[in-house]
């Protein structure tokens, strides 16, 4: 009869034990950070919805954003108005291969519809992929721009129009390790960073941060709001 080798034994009950720890030790982490956000909406005067929120409105014309191109969840929700916009700010999870990634997204919506697009920082395979299919705008007047961003949309002309040299200037000052994607689909543009899901202490900061481009996205676009910090 075969027998269990002790060390084995000790081995495996060892590394249940870990796994069975890191797991309530990653729930706690959690449900801590749901509470510090609850707390943190009430303070801005923003209302936390946590899981129950269906998303930002998007526009099933061109699927630009993220939100479309990916079967998600929504988690640790909160809605609230900086002058006529709607600001939503929540965590998405979605499939990565064999893993998943999580990330803080902040969705600004108002009345008009803007040309969908989709800008992000412009990378190797970007490049290469462009030497193919041709589909990212470059703009010759601002090459420091069209060095780090990518930007694509099906309707070029109203996106040359909307990325002035005003626009254009702007982006080309933001730092490059920043590297926000930014979103446009219907009435909603969605600005982000792949990075991990933002603290509660940093969720002030990342609004003030967003709003700043969300603003003046919109003023190009001819779309006046009053704004605030937090």
Do not use: C
């Amino acid at each position: 009869m075969h027998q269990n080798n002790p060390l084995t034994v000790w081995f495996v009950g060892f590394g249940i034990a870990a796994t069975l720890a890191i797991m309530a030790l990653a729930i706690r982490q959690s449900r801590r950070r749901t509470r510090d956000l609850a707390a943190l909406a009430q303070r801005m005067g923003f209302t936390f919805l946590g899981k129950d929120w269906r998303g930002p409105e998007l526009s099933s014309n061109y699927k630009t954003s993220l939100l479309q191109r990916t079967r998600g969840r929504f988690s640790d929700a909160m809605i609230g108005q900086i002058g006529d916009l709607k600001v939503s700010v929540f965590d998405y999870t979605h499939g990565n291969g064999k893993s998943s990634e999580t990330r803080t997204l902040t969705s600004f919506s108002q009345s008009a519809e803007l040309p969908p697009f989709e800008l992000r920082p412009e990378n190797i395979f970007d490049k290469i992929g462009d030497v193919l299919t041709q589909n990212d705008i470059d703009f010759d007047s601002h090459p420091e721009f069209s060095r780090r961003y990518h930007l694509r949309t099906p309707d070029e002309t109203r996106i040359r129009m909307l990325f002035n040299p005003s626009l254009l200037t702007y982006l080309e000052q933001i730092p490059p390790d920043q590297k926000w994607h930014v979103e446009s689909s219907g009435t909603s543009l969605i600005i982000y960073r792949h990075r991990y899901p933002a603290r509660a202490t940093e969720i002030p900061t990342l609004l003030n941060e967003t709003t700043a481009i969300a603003k003046t996205i919109l003023t190009n676009a001819g779309i006046k709001f009053e704004g605030k910090s937090f």
